[in-house]
Nanobody, 120 residues
């Protein structure tokens, strides 16, 4: 399974960005997809996850501002990020898994990161 993320960039605080992640390869095995992020000097942290059936989970820090969605026909997961804050600055990683798990999630598959920078 290969995961290709895109959509990062520089945005001002209060702005919006949408990240995309397309899966290829043995995509039939992917049931959960989502996002993690890693800020400079910090550990990687969970952001959001969604199952193929549409169940979602979010980190408390992004609830109400970020929305995760997926297009199963396109094997693509999205992360709509609104009301961005400087503390959202991080490298965002797409992830996928064979299991249906949106809590305590340790993904099988990882994509490359895409940098999101939020200026104040």
């Amino acid at each position: 399974v290969q995961l290709q993320a895109s959509g990062g960039g520089l945005v001002q605080a209060g702005g919006s960005l949408r990240l995309s992640c397309a899966a290829s390869g043995s995509i039939f095995s992917i049931n959960t997809m989502g996002w993690f992020r890693q800020a400079p000097g910090k550990e990687r942290e969970f952001v959001a996850a969604i199952t193929s059936g549409g169940r979602t989970n979010y980190a408390d820090s992004v609830k109400g501002r970020f929305t995760v969605s997926r297009d199963n026909a396109k094997n693509t997961v999205y992360l709509q990020m609104n009301s961005l804050k400087p503390e959202d600055t991080a490298v965002y990683f797409c992830a996928g898994d064979r299991v249906y798990r949106i809590y305590n999630w340790d993904p099988d598959y990882w994509g490359q990161g895409t940098l999101v920078t939020v200026s104040s």
